[in-house]
């Protein structure tokens, strides 16, 4: 009798484990992963070489290289594209956009990871943030070294990428990028190292939170509108509209501002010296342009600092809009979305202020 207590009893506890087996696995977030390339999915050679090629693994082997993963969350990808980000094109960032807004409202995704490269990832993470329709989380990840290098740091950055999309404390935090146990916002981070792991930073607004070994601490909620409250859809959106930046330094040739607007750009980008200031040929080559309709945003080549209105220039005499927050390049994606639609250079300056 007592052997048969025993026995009943060990069955109880194996029905136990399994039943609760089953129910943690219940619990485990649905993460998509879409894969773009990058460093992250980079070979090179040997682990100790500078040299390497980025966009070289899939998907597959990515999470293969990260098995604990599937411990903390159900997994499936698509591979979108497979490039170094140098190569990134709005061609890509739509099909990502879209695909995330598609998925947006499934109930088999609880959160959405983009493994990309780390040279334009900001500019990917910020069109995103301005143009996908959902609260769920939306983590961008990649690597400096390659899959194939010591220390690797590909691995844990996608370990804690994905602890950050599955968890429901993400959610209402616009799209954001893990790296190096941060978590930085897609309005205030910025490559800062041509090299270093330490590579992003969130210069003014400061981290979303941290991350270590997929447990994770959050901060703060942005402040500026992006997601659900962005006004931007590409919605039917196929190509966007050319905006060039264009640098500014000591007696810069003020007619590239002019052949830009030759060649058809819809907006120009200055990235100013300074406050966003440019030398006087400049100045007037932007407000000849201003006044062919082309939208010219004054940024700034400075790594932090906001650009401020009328500071050292007459923007509302020259027809001009200043950058606030955003450096060259994110003020960029923020002219290409608002110029598919005719607006009027309030309405611009207002977008730069509010996004
Ligand atoms: N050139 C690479 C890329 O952006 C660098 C990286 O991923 O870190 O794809």
């Known amino acids: 009798m007592k052997y048969i207590i025993f026995q009943f009893r060990n069955v109880l506890l194996t029905l136990l484990v399994v039943i609760s087996i089953d129910v943690l696995g219940q619990t485990k977030p649905n993460i998509l992963i879409l894969a773009t390339g990058g460093t992250i999915a980079g070979a090179a050679g040997s682990g100790v070489q500078s040299g390497y090629?980025?966009?070289q693994v899939t998907i597959d082997a990515m999470v293969n290289a990260v098995p604990d993963v599937l411990k903390v969350a159900k997994i499936k990808g698509e591979q979108i594209s497979n490039v170094g980000s140098q190569d990134m094109s709005f061609d890509?960032?739509?099909?990502?956009?879209?695909?995330?807004?598609?998925?947006?409202?499934?109930?088999?995704?609880?959160?959405?990871v983009i493994t990309h490269g780390t040279d334009t990832m900001e500019e990917t993470a910020y069109f995103l943030n301005l143009v996908t329709k959902t609260d769920k989380p939306v983590v961008l990840v990649g690597s400096m070294r390659p899959s194939t290098a010591v220390s690797a740091d590909g691995p844990l950055n996608l370990y804690n990428a994905i602890a950050v999309a599955g968890d429901p404390n993400a959610k209402g935090r616009g799209v954001v990028l893990v790296m190096n146990d941060w978590i930085h916002s897609a309005q205030s981070l910025t490559k800062v190292s041509t090299t270093?792991?330490?590579?992003?930073?969130?210069?003014?607004?400061?981290?979303?939170?941290?991350?270590?070994?997929?447990?994770?601490d959050f901060y703060?909620?942005?402040d500026q509108k992006f997601g659900n409250k962005s006004e931007f859809s590409v919605d039917g959106v196929t190509k966007l509209p050319r905006v060039d930046i264009i640098y500014a330094d000591v007696d810069m040739p003020a007619d590239l501002i002019d052949a830009s607007v030759e060649h058809g750009a819809k907006g120009i980008v200055i990235a100013g010296v300074g406050n966003g200031n440019m030398p006087k040929a400049a100045l007037e080559a932007c407000a000849r342009a201003s006044k062919k309709g082309v939208i010219v945003v004054r940024s700034t080549r400075v790594?932090?600092?906001?650009?401020?209105?009328?500071?050292?220039?007459?923007?509302?005499?020259l027809g001009l809009v200043a950058s606030y927050n955003l450096n060259p390049q994110k003020s960029r994606i923020l002219l290409s979305v608002a110029l598919l639609k005719p607006r009027k250079l309030d309405e611009m300056q207002k977008i730069f202020i509010d996004y």
Do not use: H, W
């Not at 270093?196 to 994770?216: H, K």
């Not at 790594?303 to 005499?317: F, K, L, P, S, Y």
């Open 53 to 55: 090629t980025s966009g």
């Open 92 to 112: 890509i960032m739509l099909k990502i956009a879209k695909r995330i807004n598609e998925m947006a409202n499934s109930n088999d995704v609880d959160g959405f």
């Open 196 to 216: 270093a792991v330490q590579t992003f930073m969130s210069p003014l607004r400061g981290l979303i939170g941290v991350t270590s070994y997929g447990v994770n």
């Open 220 to 222: 703060r909620y942005p």
């Open 303 to 317: 790594a932090t600092g906001t650009v401020g209105r009328n500071v050292e220039c007459n923007d509302d005499e």
